[in-house]
Nanobody, 115 residues
Framework: QVQFVESGGGLVQPGGSLRLSCAASGSIFSIYVMGWYRQAPGKQRELVASILDDDKTNYVDSVKGRFTISRDNAKNTVYLQMNSLKPEDTAVYYC?????????WGQGTQVTVSS
């Protein structure tokens, strides 16, 4: 069973940047679509960015132009570069497969954007 561990979150001011990492316990080569999700207090978890095995990407409109998802299959790691952060980006961020059975959700990593 593949397990994902998220890291890289923290407290930043509006306009700041963070780079999140998602380390998998096993190979992600066979996972066609990987994604980053986020969940803010009182809200449902939402998919914000996804990446295909051929590196094609998709983003929710609210983060387009600011976030960049990438994957390194050799390192079994998925990244999320977050620039121009806004208070609305505050949430716990998780990674998981987008298609097929979901792995157990990890602890996520907290991103807080505040002055």
């Amino acid at each position: 069973q593949v397990q994902f561990v998220e890291s890289g979150g923290g407290l930043v001011q509006p306009g700041g940047s963070l780079r999140l990492s998602c380390a998998a316990s096993g190979s992600i080569f066979s996972i066609y679509v990987m994604g980053w999700y986020r969940q803010a207090p009182g809200k449902q978890r939402e998919l914000v960015a996804s990446i295909l095995d051929d590196d094609k990407t998709n983003y929710v409109d609210s983060v387009k132009g600011r976030f960049t998802i990438s994957r390194d299959n050799a390192k079994n790691t998925v990244y999320l570069q977050m620039n121009s952060l806004k208070p609305e980006d505050t949430a716990v961020y998780y990674c998981n497969a987008v298609l097929g059975p979901k792995s157990r959700w990890g602890q996520g990593t907290q991103v807080t954007v505040s002055s």
